[in-house]
Structures are given as C-alpha cells and as structure tokens.
C-alpha cells in the first residue's frame, strides 16, 4: 500500500517495468513503516528484514541508482512482490 500510495511518489515507487521497488530516503520509510506498526529501530533492521523474505538488493550505499532529476534511489526486488501481480506476496515467506 505504501508503494502504491501517490501521496508517497517523491520518495517510494515501483521501478518502471514493475519488478523492483526504489525508495530515495531511508528516514522517510522507516517513519511511515514504524508508523504501520513495525517496530524497526533503524533503516538496517528494514533492511535485514527484507532480507530475511528473500528479497534482493540491487543498489548499495554507494552505488544507488540515479533518475533523471539527479535523485539517488535505493533498490530491492522479489520473484513474487510484483506492481502487475498483487496476490503473489501471498508466496513471500520469511526464510
């Protein structure tokens, strides 16, 4: 929901082809996840998190993904968390 809320497209949205997400602050993800009830206390319990459901990170701290506008985006993807297939994270099991 959160992905796609357009109230959020500043900072999180699906990737063009719809097979990754991108967010572009960390901050903002982690308030509005702890704000939905997960008790992260920092973006790299998000991260590990994701980790654990077998998602895949396509960026790194140092190498993140510019746009167009000079914007720098984080990147994470999974076979079954999909913008055209909702029902598919039905699939996605902690490990």
Known sequence: RIINDPRNEAW???CEDG???KFSSADKLLS???????????????????NDYRFVRLT?????IP???GKLWW???HPQF????????VNIQRR
């Open 60 to 64: 790194d701290q140092r190498r993140k």
């Open 19 to 21: 097979k990754a997400f």
């Open 82 to 89: 999909l913008r055209d297939f909702p029902d598919g994270i």
């Open 67 to 69: 746009d167009h506008d």
């Open 32 to 50: 509005t996840l702890q704000t939905a009830g997960l008790r992260a206390q920092n973006y790299h319990s998000i991260e590990k998190n994701l």
């Open 75 to 77: 990147m994470f993807s």
């Open 12 to 14: 999180i949205r699906w």
